[in-house]
């Protein structure tokens, strides 16, 4: 049997909005990669990973989702495509095996590939000798059809496919980086087959930087961190943390005035005090503030309670349905985190004020919170990952 997958030349990583050259009237996104002046500050991130990637450094890293590793690696991968790195992202999030990953992979090999369609097709057949190119054209572009014969054994396209990176840049004697998003996602395949080949012929590779992302810390840290897994101390740590907040302020401070909208020193502040400073949803709640405020001109305490409850109340259908899915141990976890500001959980104190009976089902809970990305560990303890869930859940269930 024949796989097909359609790959568009030169499509890369995402683009923000700004970046396609769509007018967008609201200055704050969320809920897709931002880049331009949608972007705000990481430039002493930008800058210490492009130094990585010029010196062949393997790194690896990691934050809760939404804090802005894709949107920040878009813009160092832009960076250093202008300075004549070959570049190649795959986002691993659908890959749910080891199939899906071949055809993930394959087609960032393809999209990375430096020059046009025919010299880019020939290249494929140098490189992934096992899978079939083709030019194809359709109403809007012409756009590559890739074939793997999906009955036979995919380690050989597996082979192939690790060491093409590596191929091109000496090919064009260049250096090259491969950023593989949402990584994590490798531990759920079949078997370590791939985790086992990667990092064999990853380590060979001088010429090439692999950067390795995720949002699942924990599993992160089993992949890396654990002396029985490939991976084990094999590259640098990159924890990424959320956005300076004097910048973050200023950031939007600048925005809301390009807009005639200000802000006192106070609203501010409680606009990084209520987003926690997280990125994603400072963006949000800055979003719906844009449209309340367009009339006054003026951010009021008032404004920033209306966003919420606006937000909140947008949300409510699927914070139900979470809910919903919650065992009534589960929830009572929930509400008693939302209560707490990094609380000893396992503490007698805390298992009584909330009920929680025994620490071990406390354990068991936590375990399968945190496997559902609901719950995730911070500074000693535990945290709701969701901010505004939080609220909700504060407002619902106290
Ligand atoms: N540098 C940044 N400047 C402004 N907003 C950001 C930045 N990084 C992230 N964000 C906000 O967070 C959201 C999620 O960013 P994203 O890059 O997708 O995070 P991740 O890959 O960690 O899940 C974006 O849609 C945007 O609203
Ligand atoms: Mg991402």
Known sequence: MLFVCFVDKPRGPPKAPEATGEFMKNPFVY???VSGRHFCNRVNEVRELIRDIENGQ?????????????SLIIRVLERVKRKGILTFYADLYPAINKEKFIEIYAKAITVGLPGKMT??????????PRVIPKAVMNERSMQFELEFDRSADFSPHIDDLLVAAKKAADRHKKEAVVVFDEFQEIANFEDDEIERKMRSAFQAH????????GSKTHLMREIFNNPNRPFYKSGKHFPLQK??????????EDRFSSGGISAGKGEMEEVLNTTECHPYYFQMLCNVLWEICQDSGVILHHDIQESLDTLISR????????WEGLTEKQRSLMVALASEKYPAVFSAGFLGRYSLGSSSSIQKALKRLMERDQVRQENGSYVIV???LKKWINRTWR
């Open 119 to 128: 010299s880019v097709l020939r290249k494929i057949n140098e490189y992934l």
């Open 243 to 252: 956005i300076d907040p004097t910048e973050l302020r200023k950031f939007a």
């Open 206 to 213: 001088r010429n090439v930087s692999y950067i390795f992302m």
């Open 315 to 322: 949300e409510s259908s699927t914070y139900v349905a979470v």
């Open 386 to 388: 969701d901010i505004f």
């Open 58 to 70: 393997n790194v690896i890293i990691y934050s809760p989702r939404r804090y802005g590793k894709t």
């Open 31 to 33: 809920g897709e990669t």
